[in-house]
């Protein structure tokens, strides 16, 4: 069974530039989720996706942060302008969405802003 | 915030078994304890839970104590491919989709 798959695995950027990170859920699982993960620290729920449907978002920057699942597959997270403090690891996992159901992490973008 | 403590840091010798603590003193009766590792420059990755019982599978063995205020992962021969942060985490039972992440414990396994 093939694992979540992220993209890119690292990008750096300069501050005020847009970037895009993408996510291809673990087939047949209706649930992702993005999490950000600064430096020393567990990572953080920024948005929650049953199927096509943001049911948490209550942790997403709005006024910078944008995210989109269409068709209920994959996924992909936006951040426009991006700032230094953007500078983190963000993660996407996938679960077949029932509430108690293990979370299958992918490998993480790395993004570093200057 | 997360709601368990765990100590930051430990140290395991190779082959022998890594004792993991956590607390959870607040924990209400339907949150189970979920423990995830996350080896550098991955992903977190699921290793166990339990509500009330003992609990084992291939990777490890959760103790839950009978107050359940505290649970010990364990690792029963660890390998250094086990150098990993644990992290230690209430779920609730009742609707609850989100694990709240604390910092862990880095547990590092010396040759």
């Known amino acids: 069974e093939a694992g979540v798959v992220q993209s890119p695995r690292y990008k750096i950027i300069e501050k005020k530039q847009p970037v895009a990170f993408w996510c291809n859920p673990i087939?047949?699982?209706?649930?992702l989720y993005w999490y950000l993960q600064n430096l020393g620290q567990g990572p953080e729920l920024l948005i929650r996706?049953?199927?096509?449907?943001?049911?948490?978002d209550s942790q997403l920057p709005k006024d910078r942060f944008s995210a989109e699942r269409l068709k209920g597959v994959d996924s992909t997270l936006k951040i426009q302008p991006a700032e230094l403090g953007d500078s983190a690891v963000y993660l996407c996992?996938?679960?077949?969405?029932?509430?108690?159901?293990?979370?299958?992490f992918g490998p993480g973008t790395r993004l570093t802003v200057l | 915030d997360a709601k368990t403590t765990q100590p930051p840091s430990m140290d395991c010798a190779e082959g022998r078994a890594a004792n993991l603590p956590c607390n959870h003193s607040?924990?209400?009766?339907?949150?189970?304890v979920y423990w995830y590792r996350q080896i550098h420059s991955q992903g977190p990755q699921y290793i166990i839970h339990?509500?009330?019982n003992n609990e084992t599978n291939e990777m490890a063995s959760l103790i839950i104590t009978e107050d359940r205020k505290s649970s010990t992962l364990i690792l029963p021969h660890a390998t250094l491919r086990d150098t990993a942060v644990y992290y230690c985490?209430?779920?609730?039972?009742?609707?609850?989709?989100?694990?709240?992440f604390g910092k862990g414990t880095k547990l590092s396994v010396i040759p």
């Open positions: 985490i209430e779920q609730s039972g009742a609707g609850s989709y989100q694990l709240t």
């Open positions: 996706y049953e199927n096509e449907e943001a049911v948490d």
């Open positions: 087939s047949g699982h209706n649930t």
């Open positions: 607040t924990i209400s009766g339907n949150e189970y």
């Open positions: 996992a996938s679960s077949r969405g029932t509430t108690l159901d293990t979370q299958y």
């Open positions: 339990g509500l009330k």
